[in-house]
């Protein structure tokens, strides 16, 4: 298996898993050197190949935030992913002991995300759902890895085998450890979210939609991550008391200057002076720029082909978001197209490089770095006419 190349670009490390059905392989870009890996599900079977088919089509792969690209090749389905970048939740949960918060956090994530996914077949989420293949980011954000160990009997899941594993990862996540019993789980969970948990357990959950308004109607929720929460409270205190701090340093500096004005001969040193730059310095609360970064589902395309760019834009600040973004994709150094969505679909009619640029800013205004990447359009390929004489021939 080394040295195999898939697609013509994408070169196998290794084999993490294999059965009659499927293969997944870690991978990186034939002839890179960034170090930057990929996962690849190859399906195999017949009956998986048309389900994937349907599930990883340009209209639903966007739903699974990792998804890289979707191809055929010698009668083989082929899904790329990215890798998350962090712990494994297991790893993650034994080795820190989380706040309330947190856990409310991670578990907001884990709903909101299988929200979408319910579009796609049981199968896709239980898969994405096995704790193997959970990672966490920023401390309070779920990431699922595409690595999609399919067997036959998660092929038959139901939305009810669903439920309970979202159940058990809930419980884990307040427990504080994966390796939980009801038990331990009922003794170290809220009374009122241990039974949104249960009703996930004995599967009479619908859908995730009404998981995650049970858990939005929490006056935990309200408390812990709503805009009144004593989490927001606490941290609004301390960047006025940070302020409060900060303002009697410029209160002294504005006593020496009055001093010096009094004595006389101070303009030449006022001037030399930044008053206003050293007064904003002091008064202003710190803020992290945010992270522009988004994931394409091609990255080679001929003419007249659609790409779907998602974003993955983060700020690193507590109880801030992304506020803003600003698409521009352009060729030979001339925007050709701009949108301020979130998610942008983009179709791409001409032979050329193009470059995707994509900026965000947070709620306090604050701009990222660009983030870019390159769509290689080739032309469309032109299938040689029938001419008569064949046709007469025939």
């Keep these: 298996m080394d040295n195999r190349i898939v697609a013509e670009k994408y070169e196998i490390i290794d084999t993490l898993f294999t059965n009659e059905l499927?293969?997944?392989?870690?991978?990186?870009?034939?002839?890179?050197?960034?170090?930057?890996?990929?996962?690849?599900?190859?399906?195999?079977?017949?009956?998986?190949?048309?389900?994937?088919?349907?599930?990883?089509?340009?209209?639903?792969?966007?739903?699974?935030?990792?998804?890289?690209?979707?191809?055929?090749?010698?009668?083989?389905?082929?899904?790329?992913?990215?890798?998350?970048?962090?712990?494994?939740?297991?790893?993650?949960?034994?080795?820190?002991?989380?706040?309330?918060?947190?856990?409310?956090?991670?578990?907001?994530?884990?709903?909101?995300?299988?929200?979408?996914?319910?579009?796609?077949?049981?199968?896709?989420?239980?898969?994405?759902?096995?704790?193997?293949?959970?990672?966490v980011t920023n401390k309070r954000n779920i990431c699922f890895n595409s690595h999609l160990n399919l067997t036959a009997e998660k092929m038959s899941a139901s939305k009810s085998d669903v439920s309970k594993r979202v159940g058990e990862l809930i419980c884990a996540i307040f427990s504080n450890t994966i390796t939980t019993d009801l038990n331990y789980s009922k003794d170290n969970m809220p009374p009122a979210l241990f039974s949104?948990?249960?009703?996930?357990?004995?599967?009479?959950?619908?859908?995730?939609?009404?998981?995650?308004?049970?858990?939005?109607?929490?006056?935990?929720?309200?408390?812990?991550?709503?805009?009144?929460?004593?989490?927001?409270?606490?941290?609004?205190?301390?960047?006025?008391?940070?302020?409060?701090?900060?303002?009697?340093?410029?209160?002294?500096?504005?006593?020496?200057?009055?001093?010096?004005?009094?004595?006389?001969?101070?303009?030449?040193?006022?001037k030399d002076l930044d008053i206003y730059t050293l007064n904003k310095s002091n008064t202003a609360v710190q803020n992290i720029k945010p992270a522009a970064q988004f994931t394409a589902n091609k990255d080679q395309v001929f003419e007249g082909e659609t790409v779907f760019f998602i974003s993955q834009a983060s700020d690193p600040d507590a109880n801030d978001g992304i506020k803003s973004y600003s698409w521009v994709i352009s060729k030979d150094a001339k925007p050709v197209f701009d949108s301020s969505n979130q998610n942008i679909a983009y179709k791409f009619s001409e032979a050329g490089k193009y470059e995707v640029n994509l900026v965000v800013a947070d709620t306090h205004d604050v701009s990222s770095e660009p983030y870019k990447t390159i769509i290689s359009v080739l032309p469309k390929p032109i299938l040689p006419s029938t001419s008569t004489d064949s046709e007469n021939n025939k």
């Design 196 to 270: 949104i948990a249960q009703g996930c357990l004995e599967g009479k959950y619908e859908s995730m939609a009404k998981v995650y308004n049970d858990f939005k109607s929490l006056l935990l929720y309200s408390v812990f991550m709503g805009n009144a929460s004593i989490d927001t409270q606490i941290r609004k205190n301390l960047q006025k008391a940070k302020i409060k701090r900060k303002l009697t340093p410029v209160r002294r500096l504005a006593a020496i200057v009055i001093v010096l004005l009094l004595a006389g001969g101070i303009w030449t040193y006022v």
């Design 22 to 135: 499927q293969a997944v392989y870690s991978a990186k870009k034939s002839g890179a050197d960034d170090g930057k890996q990929f996962i690849i599900s190859e399906f195999k079977d017949t009956d998986i190949i048309y389900s994937m088919k349907d599930n990883f089509s340009k209209e639903k792969c966007h739903y699974i935030k990792n998804i890289v690209e979707t191809f055929y090749e010698d009668f083989c389905f082929y899904v790329v992913s990215n890798i998350c970048s962090g712990p494994a939740l297991e790893t993650y949960l034994s080795n820190n002991n989380l706040r309330l918060t947190e856990k409310m956090f991670l578990t907001e994530s884990l709903l909101t995300q299988l929200i979408d996914m319910e579009k796609l077949s049981p199968f896709i989420a239980l898969s994405l759902c096995d704790t193997d293949n959970i990672t």
